[in-house]
């Protein structure tokens, strides 16, 4: 086998990881989200639950994209300046926090699609401060008109996933699990096709080394996140899982209930009469011909 198909083997297996990760962390995300959203206070456990919805996902795209780049055929090791990699991964957590809050705290369809559009955006940006991280040399000239084309399927696809996951009005008497589902994968190959789209754009294979290449090795973080993110994740989504089936049963419970609550209402038992079984009736008929007939009656003289 030749060092080109082993390069293109290995550049699909981290495409692939890479996506598995995205659509793993959107179907995270959008779940915590959703029992979020089910709440009916404001309290410190609804903002938790947003709060690991914006860890997971922005996590998710921190790892992402370092194995994106990773998979690039490039002539020469790469490697990231620590301190902006670790102001990224904060500021992603930050703002994805932020973006799943809207369609929380405002429920309308609106709300949801303009957090969705946010969303791209911020992944396009997100995709080019980890490319200017690893100090390419001799620098990249972008090609203005690919970037807008990777902001807009970005932004088109995550806004289309969030309408879809948070539905409202009649719609949302029709959602199912399987919405959830498809909403994570279309979140996924919006990151892919934008990505793409961003490293064509890039024009990569023209640059000759990175400046941090001995500071922040990127075989670190595609080795350390891309093995342990996929089993963190899987697990969240079992967690998920298994929460969604005990709502599920509690509230099949509650309106066996309700409805066992109202027909004993309608109906109680402790005012039916006694019903008199053929024992007690024999025994009582034996009873009452045992008895002297009575007489007269008769009025007191006065």
Known sequence: MSSAQVSVESS?????????????AAHVMLGWMRQAQEEWEWDFGRFRQILVAGIVFGTALSVAVPLGLAGEALSF??????????????????????????????EEAVSAASAGVLLGLAMTGLQ??????????PGIQWDKAFVAAAAVVSAAGTATALSIA??????????????RIAAAGLIGLSFLAGYALLLFAAD??????????????????SLLGGGLSPIVLLLMVMDLESRRRQRRRRARARRRGETSAYDSVLVPLESLPPVPSRQHAA???????????????EEPKP
Do not use: C, H
């Not at 699909?12 to 793993?24: C, D, K």
């Not at 009582?284 to 009656?297: R, S």
């Open 204 to 221: 990569l294979p023209t640059q000759i080394g990175s400046v941090y290449r001995y500071e922040l090795p990127g075989s670190m973080i």
């Open 12 to 24: 699909l297996l981290m495409w692939a990881l890479a996506a598995l990760i995205v659509w793993m």
């Open 283 to 297: 025994v009582a008929e034996a009873a009452a011909a045992a008895l002297p007939p009575a007489g007269p009656i």
């Open 166 to 179: 948070f539905p409202y009005g009649e719609s949302a008497r029709r959602y199912a699990y399987s919405w």
């Open 77 to 106: 090791p790469i490697g990231y300046q620590p301190t902006y990699a670790l102001t990224l991964w904060l500021g992603t957590v930050a703002g994805v926090t932020l973006l799943a809050l809207v369609p929380v705290w405002r």
């Open 128 to 137: 080019i401060a980890w490319i200017l991280a690893v100090g390419f040399r």
